[in-house]
C-alpha cells in the first residue's frame, strides 16, 4: 500500500554537505525523517528508505495532502 501511495506523491528531499557527509530530508511530510551518507545518492537512498519506513508505520495520514512547499531555493543571508 504505502508504495502506491508515494508512487502518486513526489516529495521534494533537501540535501545538505556537511564536513563529515550528507543529510537529506523531505519536506511535506509529518514527522521527522532522516537520511546519511558519504554521498548525496547515498543520503537520497537512505532517506527514500525512511520515507516507506514512515509511511508503512503512520499510514497515509503521514504524507501531508497539500504541501505548501512548490520550490526550494538556498540563499544567504548576513546576520
Given at each position: 500500500m504505502w508504495y502506491s501511495l508515494l508512487n502518486m506523491r513526489i516529495l521534494k528531499v533537501v540535501i545538505e554537505k556537511h564536513p563529515d557527509g550528507y543529510v537529506a530530508y523531505p519536506l511535506g511530510l509529518k514527522g521527522v525523517v532522516v537520511g546519511e551518507g558519504d554521498t548525496g545518492e547515498q543520503a537520497l537512498a537512505d532517506c527514500q528508505s525512511a520515507?516507506?519506513?514512515?509511511?508503512?508505520?503512520?499510514?497515509?495520514?503521514?504524507?501531508?495532502?497539500?504541501?505548501?512547499?512548490?520550490?526550494?531555493?538556498?540563499?544567504?543571508?548576513?546576520?
Open positions: 520515507i516507506r519506513f514512515h509511511v508503512e508505520t503512520f499510514g497515509a495520514g503521514a504524507i501531508e495532502s497539500e504541501s505548501p512547499v512548490l520550490e526550494a531555493f538556498i540563499a544567504e543571508a548576513n546576520a
